[in-house]
């Protein structure tokens, strides 16, 4: 399989947001000046340059209002009425032996002021010139960027830094898995099965010509459970993303709610009682599980207290004159006669009144096993009734525990409907409308999280059924119709597909277990607690802290700048084990060697954070390019990272004539009324 590497050259920016006519940026190849950075103040385009490369590439942006306000102002104002004008992005980019020319134009008419009606839709195109100089339009650009920088990953190449610590401390675990398994090259396995999945089907059809309608019939379950658990597969897997997406949108609102001073005690109070019911929620199930193991191990001693009862009598019975225990031995008996001597001395010889009266006594006479059954029946009878009364203690035990816990639960969750009353009466609007979208969310993942548990429970039983029939059939199959080629082949199919999805998982839990390892390894050499960061087995991004008795908890809260340094450690550990791949050339891994282009990675880290991430961010990728404020760039950050930074720029804010500006290089007043930005180069 072909590996990928791609390479950035160049980005030129026509009338896109805050940048007036044509701007150029060119970006550092060289390996051991791989940086380039690009620095300015707040406002002047840091992440309008991160969202070109979104707007151009895949016709998104991650601006507030979307795509509707991205056509610059002062491009606007210099038009006439019904004059057109437009919007024009460039990238140009090397992937492995060929040069790339992406471009997305966008086409408006102004209208009036600085109003502006697009005209159709985006146009995009993708040129392609081969080693040997011919250049080639594609046919399908978009599904050809798609497969070089694939846009399910591009918050992972093209991410902002103020946002990115959503991917720590939320439920993240199928977008995480998702990205592993494309960055991989693990589709590949699942389109495999796919394939291999139709070519089955095809000949059960086949099969079902030379079979009884019974029998066929059958077959036709089969296929229909086959689909059935498809469909519930996916179901899970969209209830999953809609949990993961709606405990995002929840989490953000829960933040800002953070933010107000009159909602603050009250948001902490609330998340407090959400923690202490997970506890409890965690405790119940506990409890649940134990009372279940107590009624598969000992419930069977309470559902048996008659027959014990009279087992019991029966062997007391028999104790009392003399026929339990054994006196006399079979083997004991077979001795004697073998020895043809009784222990008194008499001759026993085989026929003689002796001889037949040891007989008669050996038909009665008890055994090893007998004695050994007796013991055993004997000691069990006797432990019966402490068992059983230690069965019920434990089983009243957990009864009482789990009231007790429901009742704590019942509790907290009536505290925070109170909490809840208390925001909501607060006269504030902003913290009114987030407090609203916090409750709507919470009930949209409540919801998705119940579909999840009916798509699961569904699943396995699907599955379970499955697995029943499938043994049916291969059972009601004769001798002849084994040896059918399309049953052969539809078995090989069956076998094939098994494999190819053991094979999936194994792969899957293998890159888990050593991105998770990277993951903590890169968060250890920078973060000061001592905690460590995990990929869990549901693929969620997790720290981790261990009490004095050794036992290991998830950090529930963390501040920005560790969230930021999680997400981090992982997105640098996900491109590290990229270019790992890359450089093996496995078979089944395709990694690659993919660019790394940063808004405000710095934002929220304090010196110490910056120091240790700007120390090695040339190391993130084979090429990195990092959109910073002036502040942010100062000091530590730039002694750090400076050696390394092949291109710089700064953006230059053109303020309009009636705002209060304090002119310096980085901010100046607009010389023609517009206000825009300019790049320069130093």
């Not at 609330?270 to 409890?287: N, P």
């Not at 697995?467 to 049953?487: F, M, P, V, Y």
Request: aromatic share 8%; glycine share 4%.
């Amino acid at each position: 399989m072909r590996s990928c590497q791609v390479i950035l050259s160049s980005i030129t920016i026509s009338n896109f947001r805050q940048f007036f006519g044509e701007v150029v940026i060119n970006f550092s190849q060289e390996k051991n000046k791989n940086v380039t950075v690009i620095h300015g103040a707040n406002g002047s385009g840091k992440t309008s340059l991160l969202n070109a490369f979104k707007w151009c590439f895949y016709d998104e942006t991650d601006f507030d209002t979307g795509n509707e306000k991205i056509l610059n102002e002062a491009a606007i104002q210099e038009k006439s009425d019904g004059e057109l004008l437009d919007i024009k992005i460039a990238i140009r980019f090397k992937h492995e032996d060929r040069y790339y020319e992406a471009v997305r134009k966008q086409e408006y008419q102004k209208t009036s002021g600085i109003l502006a009606k697009k005209i159709g839709k985006s146009q995009f195109h993708l040129d392609v010139r081969t080693v040997d100089g011919e250049t080639i339009r594609s046919k399908t650009p978009s599904v050809e960027i798609s497969n070089i920088l694939p846009e399910n990953l591009q918050p992972y190449f093209f991410f902002n830094g103020e946002r990115i610590e959503k991917l720590a401390g939320v439920k993240q675990g199928v977008q995480i898995r998702e990205a592993i398994r494309k960055l991989m090259g693990l589709e590949l396995v699942d389109r495999a099965i796919v394939h291999v999945d139709k070519v089955k089907t095809k000949y059960r059809n086949l099969k079902k010509g030379e079979v009884s309608e019974d029998h066929k019939l059958l077959l036709e379950q089969i296929q229909g459970l086959e689909e059935d658990k498809e469909n519930y597969r996916l179901a899970m897997d969209n209830a999953k993303k809609e949990v993961e997406s709606f405990g995002v949108e929840r989490k953000a609102a829960e933040r800002e709610l953070q933010q107000f001073e009159k909602s603050r005690e009250l948001q902490a109070e609330r998340e407090g009682l959400e923690e202490l019911i997970e506890e409890r929620q965690v405790e119940i199930k506990e409890a649940i599980n134990k009372q279940k193991r107590l009624i598969d191990e000992s419930a069977y001693i309470s559902m048996s207290a008659d027959l014990v009862k009279k087992s019991k009598t029966l062997i007391d019975e028999k104790r009392k004159i003399g026929i339990l225990p054994y006196g006399i031995k079979e083997q004991f008996i077979d001795d004697r006669i073998n020895l043809k001597s009784c222990i008194c001395g008499t001759e026993i010889i085989e026929g003689s009144v002796q001889y037949k009266k040891l007989m008669e006594v050996r038909e009665n006479a008890g055994s090893d096993e007998i004695e050994s059954i007796y013991t055993n029946v004997s000691a069990l009878l006797n432990s019966y009734e402490s068992t059983s009364t230690q069965f019920i203690r434990d089983y009243e035990d957990e009864t009482a525990r789990l009231s007790r816990l429901n009742e704590q639960k019942e509790g907290y969750i009536n505290e925070i409907d109170e909490i809840n009353s208390k925001i909501t009466s607060l006269d504030d609007n902003e913290i009114l409308r987030l407090e609203n979208i916090r409750k709507d969310r919470k009930e949209k993942e409540d919801l998705a999280q119940q579909e999840l548990g009916v798509a699961k429970s569904n699943f396995d039983e699907t599955a379970k059924l499955l697995k029943e029939k499938g043994e049916l059939e291969e059972r009601l199959g004769d001798e002849k119709l084994k040896q059918n080629i399309a049953n052969v082949r539809m078995n090989s199919s069956e076998k094939i597909s098994n494999t190819l999805v053991t094979l999936r998982d194994f792969l899957t839990d293998k890159v888990r277990k050593d991105l998770s390892k990277r993951v903590d390894n890169t968060f250890q050499s920078i973060i000061r607690k001592p905690v460590k960061a995990i990929i869990d087995e549901d693929f969620m991004l997790q720290v981790k802290k261990t009490t004095a008795e050794g036992e290991e908890y998830i950090v529930s809260e963390q501040s920005t700048g560790e969230r930021q340094v999680t997400s981090l450690s992982f997105i640098s550990s996900i491109i590290y084990l990229a270019r790992d791949q890359h450089e093996k050339e496995s078979t089944f891994f395709k990694g690659g060697l993919f660019p790394l282009v940063m808004d405000s990675p710095f934002g929220a880290l304090d010196d110490d954070y910056r120091e240790k991430v700007a120390s090695s961010v040339s190391e993130l990728a084979e090429q990195v390019i990092i959109f910073v404020s002036n502040s942010q760039w100062s000091g530590k950050v730039k002694q750090a990272c400076e050696n390394k930074v092949g291109k710089s720029y700064k953006l230059v804010y053109h303020a309009p004539q009636d705002m209060e500006v304090k002119e310096s290089s980085y901010v100046q007043r607009s010389k023609n009324g517009f206000e825009f930005s300019t790049l320069e180069e130093v």
